[in-house]
């Protein structure tokens, strides 16, 4: 994508989200990409090649549609008892992945929209937008994935923060059209006491930015969700991936 990221938000909308970001550590924008733009960004998300992505203790694994078509019964139903038992007691995700940095950093896709979107989101322009609306200037690098939730899919509270990884805020690109909250898929921002301090629909067109280190999770979605909930999601990060060609602007 030789062109900037088609953001639909004129300057006056863009310092009201670095106000409230800087202030209290998250934001919601509303209508974010151009309308038409942002059309093909979901339909390319949409027909991207999953693989259903699930933790077992601290090791996230991967599978493919046809590794999960050769599971035997036996091996399916105890992973699925391995993931009840994880969000049981604490951080667990199941959702549908797409990897775009790492497959992009790998060198298996270099064209498409969502490596172009890849590509946009790590030049000099964007990163300097990245600093101006986090107010953090040694952001140098944003990571990328496609996610896709259907009902049954859960991602348990847990606060982002990987040291190593240089983490400073997460983005959400949401882009699925007519979402009803009453499906779950909320981002939710846990407060003091185990209530909910704010949480955001997944609505159409919607960038969220929010500070790591705060406690988070996206609540279950529903088995009678009508649509499946399509974003793409990543980190604001000081220290890039090292198979990344990117990164090397601070």
Not at 105 to 128: K, Q, T
Not at 168 to 174: E, G, Q, T
Request: charged share 20%.
């Amino acid at each position: 994508m030789s062109s900037p990221v088609p953001f639909a938000l004129d300057e006056a909308r863009w310092a009201q989200a670095r106000d409230q970001l800087v202030q209290g550590g998250r934001v919601h924008i509303g209508g974010a990409l151009d309308e038409r733009f942002a059309l093909a960004l979901r339909d390319a998300v949409a027909a991207a090649p999953w693989s259903l992505a699930l933790n077992t203790g601290a090791q996230g694994r991967e599978f493919l549609p046809e590794h999960i078509a050769r599971l035997d019964p036996g091996r399916a139903t105890r992973l699925g008892q391995v993931v009840q038992s994880g969000a049981e007691r604490g951080f667990q995700y199941l959702s549908d992945s797409y990897r775009i940095s790492t497959l992009y950093d790998e060198g298996h896709v270099r064209e498409g929209l969502l490596a172009d979107l890849y590509e946009a989101f790590n030049s000099p322009a964007m990163l300097a937008r990245w600093r101006d609306l986090t107010g953090d200037a040694a952001i140098c690098y944003a990571d990328m994935q496609a996610t896709r939730y259907r009902p049954g899919h859960f991602l348990t509270t847990h606060d982002d923060d990987l040291p190593e990884k240089g983490r400073r805020y997460a983005y959400v690109l949401n882009l699925t059209q007519g979402w009803n909250p009453d499906w779950g898929g909320l981002l939710l921002f846990h407060g003091p006491g185990g209530h909910i301090a704010e949480g955001y629909a997944p609505a159409w067109n919607a960038l969220n930015v929010f500070r790591v280190k705060q406690p988070h999770a996206v609540s279950l979605v529903a088995p009678f969700a009508a649509v499946d909930r399509l974003s793409i999601t990543g980190w604001l990060r000081t220290i890039p991936d090292p198979r990344s060609p990117f990164g090397g602007d601070s």
